[in-house]
């Protein structure tokens, strides 16, 4: 038994933990749930999760859920990986706003695009502003590229990566070129094509 444990549906969110499990290169396992039976809402998987959601992981007797919050505790945690800007480097800060920034205001503003309130919520009130701002911004952070901290692939890049390959694929975010480019880099590295081939594996048993 690996020290590792994806609590696991696929594909779901949780899929970015897998390629984010694949880019660590640590061992681990999976625990697959099927939210159509509703294993996720079963008293055993609430004691993990209360919320009711994956992923979730455990790493020896701590667990981890949200799906940023995994990826970075991930980095962290096996830092010879070389996915994290470690505590004490300035280069830390922009890395943190970038984790906080797909949960934050990437994913609530394609969410908001894709099931729009009946009623405009005032740009003030949202996170995230409005999605032409995200969108602006994105664009800029990953016209030069490789990546969002330059040449250092990082977690972040896991988290906005996922969630901008994804929004790109079902037209949920426009197709900017710095986008299809960066969807493109993110869609070429092995560990994400692993995590691929094991989700699609995973969903037709
Ligand atoms: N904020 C959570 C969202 C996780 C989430 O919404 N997961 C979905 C799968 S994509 C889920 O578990 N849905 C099942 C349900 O809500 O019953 C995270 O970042 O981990």
Known sequence: MADLTLYHASPSRSSVTLWMLEELGQPYDIKLLSLEKGENRQPD???????????????KDTVVTEVAAICTYLADEFPHAGLNVPIGTPRRGVYLKWLFFGPGCLEPAVIDRAAPRKEEARRAMLGYGDFDTTMNVLAKAVEKGPWLMGEQFTAADVVIGANLRWGVLFKMIPERPEFTAYAARIAARPAAQRADAKDKAMASR
């Open 45 to 59: 998987y609430l004691a993990i999760n209360p919320m009711g959601k994956v992923p979730a992981l455990r790493h």
